[in-house]
Every structure is written in C-alpha cells, then in structure tokens.
C-alpha cells in the first residue's frame, strides 16, 4: 500500500471547513471502484483547500498515483466536490 499526498483548491468562493473534507471523502468513497485499490482516505481542510492522503493498494508508487489521480478525476467531476481541483502536493 503507497500513500498518495496531495492538496485540493477551493475554487469556489465558499469558505472550507471540515465540512468540506468529509464531503470529498464521501465523494471518493462513493466514486471508488475496485481496480482503484483505495484502502484509507484522511482529509482535513488546510487554508485554500483540502489536504488529502490516499492510501492506495498498487505494485508500485507510480501506479499508485496513478489509480488516485483517476479516483480523483472521476470524484472532483460529481457533488459538492467538483468545487475543488487538484493543486499539488503539500
């Protein structure tokens, strides 16, 4: 299992809060499939966004980052999530 860093934008003009964390790990869970290989998620909310850890089930890092960026494509496309974007690590 590889932990996947990375930090979303908040490109709304809404604050966020926890709220918001729990949001787009309800969204995850709920868009996740299983060739992703998710196990855990942690989200907290950081200013400007939400600070995200995947914990992924793959053969290597880069495969890792890879299943939870197309977690993410998929999850940030749906919901109240689709107000965040992926903005780098943190």
Not at 21 to 28: F, R, Y
Not at 33 to 55: F, K, N, Q, S, W
């Amino acid at each position: 299992m590889f932990a996947v860093h990375l930090t979303l934008l908040d490109l709304s003009t809404s604050p966020t809060g926890e709220a918001g964390a729990a949001d787009v790990q309800g969204t995850l869970w709920a868009r996740a499939v299983p060739g992703d290989g998710l196990e855990h998620t942690r989200a907290r909310a950081v200013p400007g966004g939400i600070g995200l850890v995947l914990y992924v089930r793959a053969p290597d890092q880069e495969a890792a980052e890879l299943r939870a960026h197309a977690l993410l494509d998929r999850a940030l496309a749906h919901g109240p999530a689709r107000r965040y974007a992926v903005a780098a690590a943190p």
